[in-house]
């Protein structure tokens, strides 16, 4: 499809023997996906896995130790940056400090030769909300209006994929979240294929309509915000993509269309649509805030799985309080509680049950060392 990215294998080690003591990093390790043209993907990650290595691959500023980037149905992988229909936008602007803002945007054009500056200039800087400042030097502007031109710079290339890398990282939280509303409206507005790196998971799942979730230099997953978060394939997702409470336990059968798990000597069952794996060693999963508590010897609602506990802690957030739990086996589960005034605060030390109905658990396979295996 025109505009579609599709990364094949893409693998990138960097050393290897030459510096003393310094062994080989694997920092991208075959990675195939694809980008529909059009859409709004996240690289989602922590510091070190991968996200920018795999960016500058795209970009031709790191060259692959194999596989490939296909663009539009091309092969991209042996082009110099420039011949690549890309642009990229850095956490640090890279804008020119000497030029005032109107030169800044038109730099792309002038150096193609592209006729009708001043009105294509104008369009964008109308587009990033900067009619007015063309006269300005970078150093005459806060941090988002500087992102803003480095953005507008970018455009103005028409790429068919537009590369940000970290791009809000420099700017204060307030900031930061008004400027992914408007990098949300400006990719609508443009339909250019974005690809955003961020070690932030908010603002992935606030942005893109696909995130890929890296880890090692792996995609542990692939999918729209409410599928990874919903129903994770790794432990690492479950717990890099919001909070989760992991249960190790052991498959010990099947009752209808549910999973059997047992655990410290308890029973629970988990849909087959939700379980990723259906014997062995597994870990049982529910996030907290799908978590209830009822008193000890309380009635809870029927259908639903159960654990008794004691309350540890509790913290008030205002919009929730966070309670952690321990079970009698030692295990600890957290859980959020909604400040729907209608709840009353369950006391520090307080007898409980935690219970959950099994459409909102997940089932991942364990490896001996308790973590999903990649
Ligand atoms: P961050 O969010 O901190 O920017 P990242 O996910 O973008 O991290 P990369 O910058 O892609 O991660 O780095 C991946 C791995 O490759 C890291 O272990 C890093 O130390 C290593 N690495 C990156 N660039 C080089 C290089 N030029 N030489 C050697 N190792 C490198």
Redesign the pocket.
């Known amino acids: 499809m025109a505009g579609e990215l599709r990364l094949v294998e893409l693998t ?1 080690r ?2 290897g023997g030459r510096r003393r003591g310094g062994g080989q ?4 390790d075959g990675i195939d996906l694809t980008v529909p043209p059009g859409s709004f993907f996240a690289l989602l ?12 691959m795209v970009a031709g500023l ?1 060259e692959p130790t194999s596989g490939r980037v296909l663009l539009g149905g091309g092969d991209v992988t042996g082009l110099r940056p420039y011949r690549r229909p890309v642009n990229t936008v850095f956490q640090s602007y890279a804008l020119f400090p000497h030029l005032d803002v109107f030169e800044n945007v038109a730099f792309g054009l002038r150096r193609r030769g592209v006729p009708e500056v001043a009105e294509r200039v104008a369009r964008m800087l109308s587009l990033v909300q900067l009619d007015g400042y063309g006269a300005r030097r970078p150093a005459e502007l806060s941090g988002g209006q500087q992102q803003r031109v480095a953005l507008a710079r970018a455009l103005i290339n028409e790429p068919r994929v537009l590369l940000l ?2 791009p809000l990282g420099a700017l204060d939280l307030a900031l930061r979240r008004r400027m992914q509303l408007e990098l949300k409206r400006i990719q609508s507005e443009v339909g250019i294929t974005f690809v955003h ?1 961020t ?1 932030d998971q908010e603002e992935a799942m606030s942005l893109a309509d696909t995130v890929a979730v ?1 880890n090692g ?1 792996r995609i542990e997953q692939l999918g729209r915000p409410a599928e990874l978060y919903e129903f994770p394939a790794s432990a690492f997702v479950a717990s890099f993509l919001g909070r989760s409470n992991l249960l190790p336990g052991e498959v010990v059968g099947r009752a209808g269309g549910d999973v059997l798990v047992e655990a410290y000597g308890e029973r629970w069952s988990v849909p087959v649509a939700r379980s990723r794996a259906e014997h062995g060693p597994v870990l049982l999963g529910v996030r907290p805030e799908k978590l209830r508590l009822a008193g000890a010897g309380e009635p809870v609602p029927g259908g639903h799985q159960s654990v008794a506990a004691v309350v540890g802690d509790a913290a008030y957030l205002g919009v929730s309080t966070q309670y952690q739990l321990r079970t009698r086996w030692g295990t600890e589960l957290s859980v959020f509680a909604a400040a729907d005034g209608v709840t009353t605060p369950v006391p520090v030390g307080a007898s409980v049950v935690a219970h959950w109905h099994p459409r909102h658990a997940f089932l991942l396979p364990r490896t001996a060392a308790g973590e999903t295996p990649a």
Not at 25 to 28: I, P, R, S
Not at 45 to 56: A, E, N, V, Y
């Open positions: 990138k960097f050393g990093v694997t920092a991208v990650g922590p510091s070190g896995c991968g996200k920018t290595t795999t960016l500058r790191t890398d970290e790196v070690h890296m230099g």
